[in-house]
């Protein structure tokens, strides 16, 4: 039980440390993406 107990934390702590790691990337994309047009207008 113990075992099982330590298992689902993991899990748990792995879905978090994902979760965050998605979410600064899709941040750090979304700033690329505004810097390059800004950087390079159309027109």
Aim: proline share 2%; hydrophobic share 60%; no cysteine.
């Amino acid at each position: 039980v113990e075992v099982e107990f330590v298992v689902q934390n993991v899990v748990v702590l792995v879905q978090m440390v994902v979760v965050l790691v998605v979410q600064k990337m899709v941040v750090l994309v979304e700033f690329v993406v505004h810097e390059r047009r800004f950087t390079q207008p159309k027109g």
